[in-house]
């Protein structure tokens, strides 16, 4: 009984218990002496338990903090995956809001004096009717900058219609804006509120530099650096935008015997919906590019719908 007890109250390895039964006096000591023992073993395999999980925590917080390792998140827009993914599925469509789907995207070179690259299917056919239809209301014969004014002046340079949407007017607009920014690594806040354009038969804009020659116009966030030029409608001849200046082959591109005689005299790009072609005024090293001099071809058949956002070097207040 007693030594049942004994075996029963202290739950001990079965063998020692066992000993403890045929050695009942001095079962009691040796039962004790090897519970100290069996507890110290435990106590010592918690505390390298515990630091085991302590060093392994420190080291994954150490790469986490250097980037070798990250945690499985949910996976919406990886910059690193550069702004042409592929194809619009859903994801896309989060991370980029604005209205409607995209068709395939993808990026093309167009030069690297200018800096010029072509975006297809920058903006999808709603957003492009969306914006011809904020516009359409309001439109009005496009005005140059006089260079010794700063003023806007009436131009046979310049023979469209067009007028400005204010920056960040609604959701949608705010997308594209969002987009663009996204696009260029420029500031929505650097940015013109967009200019809409239309331009009918015979239709132009001579050749020119988007960046300034006056004094005035760069006193709101100095000087334009970069334009993103968006295409909101096909157009069925002529209406190219051509850099006559460009060092490039102008007749390596696939849609040169598309041209209109105007569009081969540059390198070229041909309107179409939802394109859109960002060309930089200023090189790397902030001198302005005068290889990015460029102009609107005449529209020969079809209306070409434009919408160019130009972008400052510095925040432009509006
Ligand atoms: O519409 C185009 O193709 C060119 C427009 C342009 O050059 C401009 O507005 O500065």
Same mark, same amino acid.
């Given at each position: ?35 100290? +023992? &069996?507890?110290?073993? %435990?106590?010592?395999? /918690?505390?390298?338990?515990? $630091?085991?999980? =302590? @060093? ?36 896309? +469509? &989060?991370?980029?809001? %604005?209205?409607?789907? /995209?068709?395939?995207?993808? $990026?093309?070179? =167009? @030069? ?45 340079? /310049? ?160």
């Amino acid at each position: 009984m007693r030594h049942h007890m004994i075996g029963s109250y202290v739950q001990f390895p079965r063998d020692f218990a066992r000993k403890a039964l045929f050695w009942p006096d001095g079962g009691l000591k040796m039962a004790k002496g090897k519970v100290a +023992r &069996v507890q110290a073993r %435990g106590a010592s395999k /918690r505390s390298l338990a515990l $630091t085991l999980l =302590l @060093s392994f925590t420190v080291v994954l917080l150490f790469l986490l903090a250097l980037g070798i390792v990250s945690l499985p998140v949910r996976r919406e827009f990886s910059p690193r995956e550069g702004p042409t993914p592929v194809n619009a599925n859903s994801l896309e +469509r &989060v991370a980029f809001g %604005g209205l409607g789907e /995209r068709g395939k995207q993808w $990026t093309q070179v =167009l @030069s690297w004096e200018p800096r010029a690259f072509l975006y297809h299917n920058f903006l999808s056919r709603e957003e492009c009717e969306y914006l011809v239809s904020l516009a359409k209301p309001r439109i009005s014969k496009s005005t140059v900058v006089d260079g010794s004014t700063g003023k806007s002046m009436d131009s046979g340079v /310049r023979t469209s219609s067009g007028m400005f949407l204010n920056r960040g007017q609604d959701k949608i607009v705010r997308a594209i804006e969002k987009r663009i920014a996204d696009f260029t690594h420029i500031p929505v806040e650097h940015g013109e509120g967009l200019q809409i354009l239309q331009y009918g038969h015979g239709q132009k804009y001579d050749a020119h530099h988007d960046y300034f020659s006056d004094p005035f116009n760069t006193r709101n966030g100095g000087q334009r650096m970069a334009t993103m030029l968006m295409y909101l409608s096909d157009v069925e001849e002529g209406g190219e935008t051509v850099f006559p200046a460009a060092k490039a082959n102008f007749s390596a591109v696939p849609w040169w015997n598309d041209l209109s005689e105007c569009g081969k005299q540059g390198l070229s790009v041909k309107p179409k919906m939802g394109n859109a072609v960002l060309f930089w005024s200023m090189k790397p090293d902030g001198t302005l590019d005068p290889a990015s001099l460029h102009g609107a071809c005449p529209v020969i058949k079809g209306t070409k719908w434009s919408a160019p956002k130009w972008m400052h070097v510095w925040e432009y207040k509006v």
